[in-house]
């Protein structure tokens, strides 16, 4: 069979999904909104080959074994299913972000393996069905099927989970100047602070109030009012940050570093520069801000102690079929 390319891109949450209802189907406690950026991506090629007797993955030019080959597999074998076919696959992919900057790359991988391998094995998916496919790999990877500013609803169930977009990329002209403050990979994958979720005293409150931000976040999007965004996104992250403080064990991600950044960031927005962060399961810090003044954010974030670099994302599109390489 003929292999096919994929695209996709990463993505950060402003309401961000921290905990699941359903583990295994990766149903998550509340729904989320994200924005796609542009110009990182992983690009992965799928093709299924009747010779091969198992899978194989090779990431930026290393075989990979073990637990990731295991959660490829295990996205292959559902698309294997739908297709009725049983060949074993090669995969390749590559990130144009650097490794270990802690960005997540599982939302864009999974994504482009979910739409790379469904067309290489001749099925013609719906956005909605490549979403709840992608959600399966890593929960954000749903959010990086659709383009522009994107919502994944919780849902109850396979079929009502999935996520779709809510304004185009070119909708509104903002930026993610991510402050890269640690290399390193993080102690705690997102897989198992999701499992523990539940055990912070917090979560059942953070979870109760999503749809109010949610619906604030939605509205602030539609309405390009920067202001509202910036005070929903940073209490999102701070409420999803004060759950994993407060679980068993206890998740620390913020570093001091990580603390000085968004120190900066809320004294410059008291002095009526627009700006404002928000914090994965690590120590980076993205800093949002309208596109125009991405370079004078992203330069001062340079002369913040302990800022290593600077990335600096616009929104980005759909995950797309590209010309193989
Ligand atoms: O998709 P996962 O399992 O890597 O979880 C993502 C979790 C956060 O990045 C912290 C929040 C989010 O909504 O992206």
Redesign the pocket.
Known sequence: MEPVTALAHP?I?FI???GNRDDELRLPSNG?L?MNLDGLFTRTTVSFQPSLPLDELIINGHEITGPALERVSFMLDLVRGAAKMNQRAEVISENNFPAGAGI?S??SAFAALALAATRAAGLDWSERELSRLARRG????CRSIPGGFVEWQAGTSDEDSFAFSIAPADHWALADCIAIVSAAHKKTG??EG?AIAETSPLQAARVADAPRRLDLCRAAILNRDFDSLASIVELDSDM?HAVMMTSSPALHYWQSASIAVMESVRSWRRDGTPACYTV??GANVHVLCPENDAQEIASRLREIDGVKDVLTARVGGPAEIVENS
């Open positions: 993505n949450a961000k999904y921290w989320s994200s997540a599982s939302a890593s929960g954000s990877a997102s897989t999701h999803m994965d399961a």
